[in-house]
């Protein structure tokens, strides 16, 4: 009946609070979106446009473990505000963003810094330090009805139990709206396309077993242990 020549690859799907399951389409993110991360980046954190990479859609992590990634002698963990695009579109005004937003999720964009700190030197793609396998662990996605307007919130990740990164949601240098407005001028966003919104300071290495427990308020946390 099918006429794939091998078998078709299932698609990845991130639980939803309240039940169901979210298809991803694609995973954008958005480097250096706070101040002070971009500074402890060594870089200086002007309002130059929002710049993007992406990892594979299936790069998601949705259970409790993530596998320490091959190629990598530190690993570092970057907590994120992530976005549901449930709408999509090309061009999308900041005023209309809220609209194409179906929900929002914790991530941790998962990192091998080594990697990332060769391909800058050399001036080569980040693909390979940021979309691996496993590099996108994410929490249930709470859909946005739930949210008035969600824009400020404490962010924080803790590694066994201390305190790593804390910020709030308002330090974004581009907004949620910002950015959609951005990428969307980009590519046309797709629904099932996933946004992780950056990162604030006190990025750090992690090491098989650490546990990491990543909190936004209003969102279930999210837990992984890296194994
Ligand atoms: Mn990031």
């Not at 993530?66 to 505000?81: D, G, I, K, N, Q």
């Not at 449930?86 to 964009?109: Q, S």
């Not at 330090?129 to 496993?134: L, N, Q, S, V």
């Not at 139990?161 to 980009?186: F, H, K, N, T, Y």
Request: charged share 25%.
């Amino acid at each position: 009946m099918s006429e794939f020549v091998i078998p078709a690859p299932p698609v990845p799907a991130v639980p939803v609070r309240g039940g169901g399951l979210f298809p991803v389409r694609r995973i954008f993110c958005v480097g250096r979106n706070y101040a002070a991360h971009a500074r402890e980046m060594g870089h200086d954190p002007d309002r130059e446009p929002p710049f993007f990479f992406t990892k594979p859609a299936d790069a998601i992590v949705t259970g409790g473990e993530m596998p320490y990634p091959a190629a990598t002698s530190e690993l570092h963990h970057e907590v994120e505000l992530v976005v549901a695009i449930g709408a999509g579109g090309r061009d999308i005004a900041e005023t209309d963003a809220k609209a194409h937003i179906w929900g929002y999720a914790i991530g941790i964009d998962m990192t091998r810094r080594d990697l990332q700190a060769e391909a800058k030197k050399l001036g080569r793609p980040w693909d390979m330090a940021k979309g691996f396998d496993h590099s996108a662990p994410i929490g249930e996605i709470v859909p946005v009805g739930n949210f008035g307007r969600f824009e400020s919130g404490h962010i924080l990740l803790n590694v066994n139990g201390a305190e790593r990164q804390e910020g709030d949601l308002l330090d974004m240098i581009w907004s949620v709206p910002e950015v959609i407005a951005a990428l969307s001028r980009l590519v046309e966003l797709q629904p099932g396309d996933l946004i992780f919104t950056g990162t604030p300071e006190g990025v750090a290495e992690v090491k098989r077993g650490d546990e990491l427990e990543a909190m936004i308020s209003g969102l279930p946390p999210l837990r992984v242990r890296v194994v």
